[in-house]
C-alpha cells in the first residue's frame, strides 16, 4: 500500500463523528492530527476554537501577484448506526478491490484529503504552489455547520480569496468528471392542525367534529394537482427557466429516468410532464412532505379523533426564487384552505437561497481543464437537487463563487452502512487538485 492511502487510513481511523458528545473529544483529536499533518508540509496551520468544535485553517506563504484559491472541507463524520448492517468495522479503513470502506471515506475526509495530498505533492516537487492556497476544514458540517457563517463574517478579511473550491458532491458515474454549478436552496415549515380540545371517541362524535388528521391529509393534497405541478399561488411566478445548453447537456448523460428508478427503488416516478427526472431533479422547484403525525399511531386500533396533527414541509427552490417569499406564499396557502372549524399554526423553519455559478466563466473553464487533466475525459456540467449552505455563506460573506468538484460515484453509500470511496477517485482528486491550481494561476 502506497505511502498516501497509509496515511489516508490513519486519517479515517479517527471516530470524529460531530453529532455524538461521547466523540467530542475524538472530533478534537482529528482536528489536531490535521494540524500536524499542515505542519509537516510546510504549511502555516492555525486551530480557531469555536462554540462548538474547532476550525482548521492552513496557509502557504502568500504573494501579492497571485490569485488565492480557498479549499473547504469538513472532517466530522455522520454517526455508523444501524453499525450491525457494517460488512467491515466502520472506523477500520478496508480495501476491497478499488473500494475504500469506512465512515468518512467519501463524506468528506477522502475528498478533501485528496487536495491536501495535491498541495503536498506540488509542494515537494517545486518547493512553492502557483496560487495562494488557504485550507478550511470544519467539524461541524454533519450538525449544520452552526458556527461557520459566524466564523467567516469574523475572519472575513483574513479569509479573503478569488475563488472557493470543494469536493464535497457527486459524479454521474465512474469516470465520468463533473462540475456542478447549481444547488437547489431550501425552505422549511411545520404546520399543526388543532381540532377538539382533547382525543374524543371516533363513533360518539365522529361525523360532527372536525379531524385534525383528515384536514392535515386534504392540506396536503392541495399542494399539487393531478400532472404534479404546485398549486401554490405565484410558487412558479420567479423561477428561472432552464437553458437551452443545459437540457442538452443533461439529455446527453445515461439515463437520468432509469438511473433514478434504479437508485431509489420505485415501480415509476412521477412529476411534471415536460421535464425529465435529471431536470426535475436539478433545476426545477419542488413541494414535499417531510412528515405526518396525529392520532393513534400503536398496534392495533385506537378509535379517536385526534385533537391535533401535524405535518413537515420543504420546498426546493431554483434561482430567482425568495425562500422567504416562498414560505410566505405557502403559509397563506394553508391559511387560506384550512377550515374555520379548526385552528393553524404555521412554523417556519430553516431556509437558504438557490446557488448557481456560471459554469463559463475563467474560474469555471479553469475548472473544466483541470477535471479533463485528472480524468482524462471532457467534464459534464450539471446542477444537483441538494443544499449545501456553506456554499452560499462563502458568497455573501466571502463574495466568491464556489467551484464543486465533486469525486463521490453514486454508489458510494455515504451517511449509509459500508460508505466506500475507491481509489481511483482518492488517486484522481490528487491529480484534480494539481491541474486545477496550476490552472488558477492565470
Known amino acids: 500500500m502506497s505511502p498516501q492511502l497509509t496515511e489516508f487510513f490513519d486519517f479515517l481511523r479517527i471516530p470524529s463523528v460531530s453529532t455524538d458528545s461521547k466523540h467530542r473529544e475524538d472530533v478534537r483529536n482529528c482536528a489536531d492530527w490535521l494540524v500536524n499533518k499542515f505542519t509537516s508540509m510546510?504549511?502555516?496551520?492555525?486551530l480557531h476554537e469555536t462554540p462548538g468544535h474547532p476550525v482548521v485553517i492552513a496557509r502557504n506563504e502568500p504573494k501579492p501577484d497571485r490569485p488565492t484559491v480557498m479549499i473547504y472541507g469538513h472532517y466530522?463524520?455522520?454517526?455508523?448506526?444501524?453499525?450491525d448492517e457494517w460488512d467491515t468495522d466502520p472506523f477500520e479503513p478496508t480495501l476491497k478491490g478499488d473500494k475504500i470502506f469506512c465512515r468518512g471515506a467519501t463524506d468528506n475526509k477522502g475528498q478533501h484529503f485528496a487536495h491536501v495530498?495535491?498541495?503536498?505533492?506540488?509542494l515537494k516537487e517545486h518547493?512553492?504552489?502557483?496560487?495562494?492556497v488557504i485550507f478550511l476544514l470544519e467539524g461541524e458540517e454533519e450538525i449544520g455547520s452552526p458556527n461557520l457563517a459566524p466564523f467567516l463574517e469574523q475572519h472575513r478579511e483574513a479569509l479573503a480569496c478569488d475563488i472557493c473550491a470543494v469536493s464535497d458532491t457527486g459524479m454521474i458515474g465512474p469516470g465520468i468528471p463533473t462540475l456542478t454549478y447549481g444547488l437547489r436552496g431550501i425552505a422549511c415549515l411545520e404546520f399543526t392542525i388543532h381540532g377538539p380540545s382533547l382525543d374524543l371517541h371516533s363513533g360518539v362524535y365522529g361525523g360532527a367534529v372536525p379531524n385534525p388528521a383528515t384536514i392535515v391529509s386534504r392540506l396536503i393534497a392541495t399542494l399539487h394537482d393531478e400532472n404534479e405541478m404546485v398549486?401554490?399561488?405565484?410558487?412558479?411566478?420567479?423561477?428561472?427557466?432552464?437553458e437551452d445548453w443545459e437540457r442538452e447537456m443533461w439529455a446527453s448523460l445515461p439515463d437520468g429516468d432509469a438511473a433514478t428508478i434504479e437508485e431509489t427503488g420505485v415501480r415509476g416516478l412521477l412529476g411534471e410532464a415536460d421535464y425529465t427526472a435529471l431536470e426535475q431533479r436539478w433545476g426545477r422547484p419542488t413541494a414535499e412532505v417531510n412528515g405526518v403525525g396525529g392520532g393513534y399511531q400503536g398496534e392495533g386500533s385506537k378509535t379517536v379523533i385526534p385533537r391535533e396533527a401535524m405535518a413537515k414541509l420543504s420546498f426546493r427552490l431554483v434561482p430567482d426564487q425568495d425562500p422567504e417569499e416562498i414560505l410566505r406564499l405557502a403559509s397563506d396557502h394553508l391559511r387560506n384552505h384550512c377550515p374555520e372549524s379548526c385552528k393553524i399554526d404555521v412554523?417556519?423553519?430553516?431556509?437558504?437561497?438557490?446557488?448557481?455559478?456560471?459554469?463559463h466563466s475563467k474560474y469555471g473553464q479553469a475548472a473544466q481543464r483541470a477535471l479533463e487533466s485528472a480524468f482524462s475525459e471532457k467534464p459534464r456540467l450539471i446542477r444537483e437537487g441538494g443544499s449545501i449552505p456553506i456554499i452560499q455563506s462563502v458568497k455573501d460573506i466571502i463574495g466568491v463563487d464556489t467551484l464543486l468538484l465533486g469525486l463521490a460515484l453514486p454508489d458510494c453509500q455515504i451517511h449509509a452502512p459500508n460508505e466506500n470511496f475507491t481509489v481511483s477517485n482518492f488517486e484522481a482528486g490528487i491529480k484534480l487538485n494539481r491541474a486545477l491550481l496550476e490552472e488558477l494561476r492565470n
Open 347 to 359: 412554523e417556519l423553519g430553516h431556509h437558504g437561497p438557490a446557488y448557481v455559478m456560471d459554469p
Open 76 to 83: 466530522d463524520v455522520q454517526p455508523v448506526d444501524p453499525v
Open 117 to 122: 495530498l495535491g498541495v503536498e505533492e506540488t
Open 42 to 46: 510546510g504549511l502555516k496551520p492555525e
Open 127 to 132: 518547493g512553492d504552489l502557483p496560487v495562494n
Open 231 to 242: 398549486q401554490i399561488p405565484d410558487f412558479y411566478s420567479s423561477v428561472k427557466p432552464l
